[in-house]
């Protein structure tokens, strides 16, 4: 039983392509993340949405779009993929803010790799 | 900006030597302070939350203190599958989190 899912799994693509990565949490957390963990095993936050709201925003090239249908999915979508966007994408879901634990549980990862 | 810096970055133990590892932070407002494990291939599995200076968590083999700068996590007689990564992270009054870049911890039998 699930808590936090992501797919695909593994993503190899082109430079220049547009993929997606979806997230889906079942634990019925207003508060959804996506992180980026490079190849020296450093966790990044990119963009946190609570109930389908944009609340933070870090430093991300306009080409990474996230999009929330509803809190349950966050889902990322990257426009024109750099070599330099090759790491593994980790969805994690929490509480709001301030609303019992901030507990942070991760999916498993999406590595993309692009070539 | 905030800032967590953890270390040692690598740390081989023989298994039931215990040792600690250390993560220091500076936090505009802290919310609270995390320590997770990270598997190889895996996604980052909670351990503990310490939200005030002098609290103190135990889990196991593991028990995690915090410091108005810093959080210890002490592993007492380790073994093999005690072998991960470990990650500190503090969160700020907004919400966000900054991770360390981890420790990973080898235990040999």
């Known amino acids: 039983d699930t808590a936090v899912s992501q797919t695909p799994k593994y993503l190899v693509t082109q430079m220049g392509n547009d993929k997606s990565i979806k997230c889906e949490q079942n634990?019925?957390?207003?508060?959804m993340y996506w992180y980026k963990q490079d190849s020296k095993k450093f966790l990044k936050i990119m963009f946190s949405y609570n109930n389908k709201e944009l609340i933070i925003n870090e430093t991300v090239p306009n080409r990474f779009s996230p999009k929330s249908p509803d809190k349950a999915h966050l889902n990322l979508h990257i426009n024109s993929l750099e070599l330099g966007d090759s790491a593994v994408y980790f969805c994690a879901s929490s509480h709001a803010p301030g609303q019992g634990t901030d507990t942070q549980y991760f999916g498993p990862g999406t590595r993309l790799t692009v070539l | 900006e905030d800032q967590v810096t953890q270390s040692p970055e690598a740390l081989r133990l023989q298994e039931g030597e215990s040792s600690s590892l250390n993560c220091s932070y500076t936090?505009?407002?802290?919310?609270?302070l995390f320590w997770y494990r990270q598997d190889p291939g895996k996604g980052p599995e909670f351990l503990f939350t310490?939200?005030?200076a002098g609290e103190e968590k135990e889990k196991e083999r593991l028990k995690a203190t915090l410091t108005k700068k810093e959080s210890f996590l002490h592993i007492t007689a380790p073994k093999p599958e005690d072998s991960a990564t470990y990650l500190c992270a503090v969160q700020d009054n907004a919400g966000k989190s900054t991770f360390g870049d981890g420790t990973t911890l080898t235990v040999k039998p």
């Open positions: 936090v505009s407002g802290l919310r609270g």
């Open positions: 634990l019925g957390h207003d508060t």
């Open positions: 310490l939200y005030s």
